[in-house]
Structure formats: C-alpha cells, structure tokens
C-alpha cells in the first residue's frame, strides 16, 4: 500500500494536477473569506466555508479522473494486478493519496481563522467545526470520482459522468425534496448554523468506505472478464 | 515451479483457450509459441493473476495464483504484452515503485534497481522521463521490472517486440542466462527467436497446446524419421539403381539436374542409413558430391501444427 501511496503522490505532485488543485481550492477559499470576512465584515468563517462545496464540483471529477481510467488506458492495470499487492491495499494507497493531495490545501485553510482572530471575535470552534465538515465531504465525494473512474477507460469519460453525478447531488434538495437526505451536499449546510453534526460526518465517511468498497470489487470483477 | 492444469477460458461468443495443461520445471527457457489470436497472451494473463480462468488452475511454486494470490505473485515476474510503465516517471522512480510493492527495502531496494537497470542495460536512461523513451527503451525497462526482486518464474509476453537486432541479441542472451537459475516463460511468434533461446517448445493453435517438446524433437515430429538429401553425378536411372541396394531408404525423389548431376530427397529408417548410402554409391564408382541429413525447420513444424488457422489480418488478434 505504500508504494502505491509514495507512487501516486509523487506522480500528483511531478505534474501539475497537485499544485492547480491545490491552487483552486485555495483561490476559492481566499475570494469567499474575502467577501464575506473582510469586505462584510461577518465574524463567522464558516460562513466562507458554506460557499465552498461547489468547488468540488470542479475539483473532484479532475483529480479523481486519472486514478483508475489511467491505469487501463497504460495498461498498467496488468501490472497492479501481478503484483504481490492486493487490490485493497491498492484501492486504499491511490485513496489515501488523494486525501493528501486535498487535505494540504486544507491545512492551509485552516490558518484562516486563526488570522481573523487577530482581528476580531471568531467563534473558532463552529469555524473549525466546518473545516472538519469539508474535509470529510471531500472524502466522500473523492471515493465516489474514484469508483466511477474506476469504471471506464476515458479519463474524459470519467470526468464527464463525475461532473454530471456530483451535480446532480448537488442540486439533490431542489429536484426531489424528499430525497434530500442522499445529497451530501445539503447535510453540509447545518454546519453552517454552527451545528457540528456528528451523524452527518459519520455518513460520509460511511459513504468513503462504501466507495472505497466498491472501487475494490470494481477492479476485482474486471479480472472476470 | 509451474503448473498449469486443464485451463480453460470462455468469452461469451469464442473459447480463447480450451483445456490447456503443462508443468514448467525449476529451471530452463519455454517458450509458448503460436500465431496471433492462438491464445497466448490469455494464457499469460491467466498465469499471473491478471485474468480469472473459467476452469481450470495455475499454481506458481505451489500456490494458487487464486487461493494463496500473495505468495504466487512474490514467486512471479512479469512482462505484460504491452510495458506497462508509468510515462510521467523516471525508469528510476518506477523501477522504485514495483520494487517496493514486491516487498524491498532499504539498501537491497537500491542495489536491486540497479542490477535490473544494469542487466538490461538501460542504466544510462534511468533518470530521464520515459515520456521521451524510445520504444526499445521501453520494452527493456519492462523486462527490468519483471526481474525485481528475483523472482522465482519469469513470464514475458513478446520480450524482443520493438528492439532492434543489438538489443533483441542482448535480450536472448539475457533470457538464456536466467533460463539457467529460474523458470523462464516467453510468448513468442517469431520462430527463430523460440529457436535460439527455449529449451522446450509449446505449440498453441486456438487455445489448444497441440505439441510441447524441444525444438530439435519437434523437427524431427514433423519429418516422421530423418531426411537425407544427396546429389552425385549421375542419371536417374544409374542413381535409382544404386539406392535400391540401400534397405534402410523408404523413399526417394530423384530429379535430373542440368550440369549432369542428380539430386535426391530421400526418407530414411534410421540414422545409419547415411553410411550406407556413402558405401553403396562408392561400391559402384560414383561420385558422391553432396550428403547431408535433412530435417524440416521449426517453421514447417509450426505451419503443420496450425494449419487449420486462417491467417489472422494484422497484428491484435491475441484475445484479450
């Protein structure tokens, strides 16, 4: 599993897709902490963060896209499955790299408030309370791009359904209401009251593991071809 | 060191390969010989875990390629039909990548990477991104991969696809000497190259293994006894006479050549038959010029075999 992590956070950070990733998220994280910290004046980070999930609508499908799709398209699949690693450890070395590639962005993230406590009353707890909200959403959204990338062969194809399905989830709440429970978008919002839900952080870690889960069986089952 | 018992693997519309079953010893070079489409590649996928069979099983050392996947796998080194290499890494950094998943460390990782690099000579390429890496380059970087770790059996699919001749010498030459520590499979459909490196020949045609013995063997299979061919100055009719004398010859094709000389295939018994002949056309006070045992080349042997394929168009037929 390791040598799968050190490989992709490598191959990440060598080409661009780590650096523009964290690049965008940290734009993103900069132009709402400005409208809403510094030219509104609101002492509530979380309510900067609150805007941020549509970000993972871009973000997510393009560093999930290449996890899997890349692999058939360079043949390298053949290669993982030979080796003596088994597909768990492989599913969960290319995972646990994607959470590094988001989780450094985060970290810096998460010096926001303390830089607006300088400066004013910031009720950190519910600030840090959404940063932990967010971070578990990227989680769970990043297992999802991963399973679906694990499904076809295009890197293009995989982006396009990702994009399309988070989208979807997205707007979840407004298309069906009584489905609104599924969308993992619209459980992130209480965060932004100031509740720190732990029902909803378990759901999407449930909902990383289950994806996580299924990108196993996915690449299990193309060896039965 | 392997075993390969009654595999079988059916797609929905064709069977790739039907019923196959041999046993790889410790060491020595095999080589899986036959035309596109004949099921190779299936039957290497299957081999190494990257291809589940429909029946049938694989055991590498002992285990399962299935049941005790972890310990078949460390035994294994394998060259896929395509290299599959990382474009947007170094040799280095890749050959670092598959040396770790195969459980290396420290300084015996370092040491190894550099064996491999050296082997196949790429060493002078190691640091540069294979992106800008010639195919050749390519191929041997993927052979070093399946030498990491020294593993127990090697498997390449198609090892010399891609090099030039220098290098395909090399390969051989690198091939024969692993062939003397460890089980060696190579895929192949280019006889010459079964030929001058496989201590055994298996024949597919269709997914079925239709011979399995050594190069030499498998010539002689196909002449059903040895050739011999001569040529004397003579006629026809002096030289028929002459052979007739000979009891050991079953069979002879004589032709009149224009310079007063005849030539003659003959189908002999046995392996003395050649002295005889010597005796026979000396006994008489002709000239012999030309003498030589015959045997039908690996070529007729592998078109024989599997003459009931159809051509296959253009390369790509292997099913995958």
Not at chain 1, 162 to 187: I, P
Not at chain 1, 194 to 223: H, N, P, W
Not at chain 2, 23 to 45: E, F, I, Q, S, W
Not at chain 2, 294 to 315: I, Q, S
């Amino acid at each position: 599993m390791k040598a799968v992590y050190i490989r992709e956070v490598r191959s990440y950070f060598t080409g661009l897709t780590g650096a523009v990733f964290a690049a965008f998220l940290l734009l993103f994280a900069g132009i709402f902490t400005m409208i809403y910290n510094l030219s509104a004046g609101y002492a509530n980070f979380e309510y900067a963060m609150g805007n941020m999930p549509f970000v993972f609508l871009v973000i997510v499908p393009i560093l999930t896209m290449r996890t899997f799709a890349a692999e058939k398209r360079a043949h390298t699949d053949n290669l993982l499955y030979s080796l003596p690693v088994s597909m768990t450890k492989v599913v969960m070395g290319k995972y646990f790299a994607l959470l590094t590639v988001f989780v450094l962005p985060v970290l810096v993230i998460c010096l926001y408030p303390l830089v607006l406590s300088f400066f004013g009353e910031v009720y950190l707890p519910a600030a840090y309370g959404s940063i932990v909200a967010f971070l578990f959403l990227g989680a769970a959204l990043l297992a999802a791009g991963m399973f679906i990338s694990s499904l076809t062969e295009s890197q293009a194809v995989a982006a396009g359904v990702c994009f399309a399905v988070l989208l979807v989830n997205f707007f979840l709440a407004d298309l069906a209401e009584n489905l609104a429970a599924f969308s993992l978008f619209e459980r992130y919002y209480d965060f932004m009251d100031g509740v720190f839900d732990l029902g909803t952080i378990v759901f999407y870690a449930t909902v990383a593991g289950v994806f996580c889960f299924l990108t196993v069986q996915s690449m299990e089952k193309r060896r039965w071809a | 060191m392997i075993e390969v018992s009654h595999l079988t693997k059916r797609y929905a519309a064709h069977t790739a390969v039907e019923d196959l079953s041999f046993t790889v010893p410790d060491v020595g070079v095999y080589g899986l010989l036959g035309p596109n489409g004949a099921g190779k590649t299936t039957t290497m996928n299957i081999m190494t875990g990257c291809l589940a069979a429909t029946s049938g099983t694989v055991s590498i050392g002992g285990y399962d390629i299935f049941e005790d996947e972890y310990e078949a796998k460390r035994r294994l080194g394998y060259l896929p039909e395509l290299p599959p290499l990382y474009l947007d890494s170094t040799p280095r950094e890749y050959l670092d990548f598959v040396a770790r998943a195969k459980g290396l460390a420290g300084e015996e990782l370092r040491r190894d990477i550099t064996r491999v690099l050296h082997e196949t000579n790429t060493l002078d390429v190691a640091d540069r991104l294979m992106r800008n890496l010639s195919k050749g380059y390519r191929q041997r970087i993927g052979i070093a991969q399946a030498l990491l770790a020294s593993p127990e059996a090697v498997i390449l699919d198609e090892p010399t696809v891609g090099l030039d001749p220098r290098q395909i010498i090399e390969i051989r030459e690198l091939i024969a000497e692993l062939g003397e520590r460890r089980a060696v499979i190579l895929s192949s459909h280019i006889l010459s190259e079964v030929q001058a490196v496989c201590g055994t020949v298996l024949i597919i045609s269709r997914g079925r293994l239709v011979a399995c013995d050594t190069p030499e063997a498998l010539e002689r299979l196909l002449t059903g006894g040895t050739a011999i061919e001569i040529r004397a100055e003579a006629t026809v009719e002096q030289a028929g006479a002459i052979l007739e004398q000979v009891p050991e010859i079953e069979r002879a094709e004589l032709k009149q050549q224009d310079n007063g000389t005849v030539r003659g295939q003959l189908t002999v018994k046995d392996d003395n038959a050649a002295r005889e002949i010597f005796f026979a056309f000396a006994g008489a006070g002709v000239a012999l010029t030309e003498l030589h045992e015959a045997r039908a080349n690996l070529e007729e042997v592998f078109l024989e075999l599997t003459a009931y394929d159809k051509p296959a168009a253009g390369k790509g037929g292997d099913a995958q």
